[in-house]
Nanobody, 124 residues
Framework: QVQLVESGGGLVQAGGSLRLSCAGS????????MGWFRQAPGKEREFVSA????????YYSDSAKGRFTISRDNAKKMVYLQMNSLKPDDTAVYYC?????????????????WGQGTQVTVSS
């Protein structure tokens, strides 16, 4: 089992940057593929980015491609989401998720464990 705690959210102006962090726990954390999702008010939770357990493969939504970068440090049991050129449409609660399923990394059903989320607000 793994526990996830997100941090790094906040209020930023459009065009600014934020780096989200996800701290993992558990003996086998380094075996998990990891993902970031977000949920804006009144909308469904949506995929943002994912990274394979060794970090050799990364995946992005169309909206994140070219602006966001996912990375991980398995020695520290951390996953990061660097977000640049932020837009008001990026405003949402961002969630970190973990899975051993090795599939459906861009889908909610692909993940077994979720953090509590961190709020990102981008002002225009």
């Amino acid at each position: 089992q793994v526990q996830l705690v997100e941090s790094g959210g906040g209020l930023v102006q459009a065009g600014g940057s934020l780096r989200l962090s996800c701290a993992g726990s558990g003996r086998t954390f380094n075996s998990y593929d990891m993902g970031w999702f977000r949920q804006a008010p009144g909308k469904e939770r949506e995929f943002v980015s994912a990274i394979s357990w060794r970090g050799q493969s990364t995946y992005y939504s169309d909206s994140a491609k070219g602006r966001f970068t996912i990375s991980r440090d398995n020695a520290k049991k951390m996953v990061y989401l660097q977000m640049n050129s932020l837009k008001p449409d990026d405003t949402a609660v961002y969630y970190c998720a973990a899975t051993l399923k090795r599939r459906d990394l861009n889908r909610l059903v692909g993940y077994d464990y979720w953090g509590q989320g961190t709020q990102v607000t981008v002002s225009s």
